[in-house]
């Protein structure tokens, strides 16, 4: 490991500073006294060759001579700071002109530091010592801000997946109970302020018990989910369309009356009787019941779903396949 004034940095990276001079025998020192220190050296000996360096590497900082033939320092130091690739580079001023204007200039082109010769090496060290430390730290918040800013972007994806998953049923992709629990309670507080009716369609499946048991399961499952698709497929955009339980779904309608619940049910239950299910060669065909109830002012939605379970169980003790309504 290099000593405490040395060039290796706390993780272990190699520190590259490129000398820019236009005098050969300065950048002889200044790079034998670099190389001493345990850094890397880099040399251009005009404006053109730092801007070829700087397309292939970045130094970590940049020394640089003022007084050059073609660009001088100053002007290629603006190019370095309006270049955003090179911006960041640390650049300090290591020249022999002296007068208080000349390092004005130099700080205002975007320089760090300002170094006059002749120079004091601990000095000069002790500059550059800081601002590679003070570029690394900034790239280092750059990096973890960058990090951070993945991991949230990840974090907030996964939950917007959480969220999904918990108002889906995962056979159907319909909303499930819960979901639909929640959205029958805005409903009730809707209502109350708006007093337009809203009407609730319970469905079940005919008979569903005798596809399991002839085809099996994984039939089931099927009619399951293409019963849903019917479902779907057969309601407005402002309702919501839910599996309840086993084969039974709930479709809330909001600013619904009774006659257009009716409407609405028995659209469905034709295009179901209509419909035509193809599972491994084999046709089935299907019915659905339908218990309609439209909320009745005061009442509860317990009651509200009590009516349409009692309309759904009048359909099917007087032969299924049927919209009802008490
Ligand atoms: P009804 O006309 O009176 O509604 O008769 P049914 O046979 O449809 O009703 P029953 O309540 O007797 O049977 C419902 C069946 O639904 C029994 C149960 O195994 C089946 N079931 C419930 N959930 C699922 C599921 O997720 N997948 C499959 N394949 N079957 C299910
Ligand atoms: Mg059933
Ligand atoms: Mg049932």
Redo the contacts with the bound molecule.
Sequence with gaps: MADRSGALMTDGEKTLILIVDDNPQNIQVLGNLMEGKGYDVAVAMNGGQVLDFIKDEKPDLILMDIMMPGMDGYAVCGMLKQNPETADIPVIFLTAKTEDDDIVLGLKTGAVDYVTKPFSETVLFARIRTHVELKKSRENIRRAKEELEKRNLKLQAAMKDLELAARTDS?TGLYNRRYMQNRLDEELVRVKRNKKDFTVVMS???????I?DAHG??C??H??KFMAGTLRSGIREQDIVSRWG??EFIILLPETDKKGGLVLSEKIRKAIEASVFRYSDMDLRLTM?FGVATYRPEESIDELLKRADDALYAG?ESG?NRVITL
């Design positions: 056979l079940d499946i005919d008979f569903f018990k005798r399991n399961h994984e089931g499952d009619v399951l086993g084969e019941t099917k299924r």
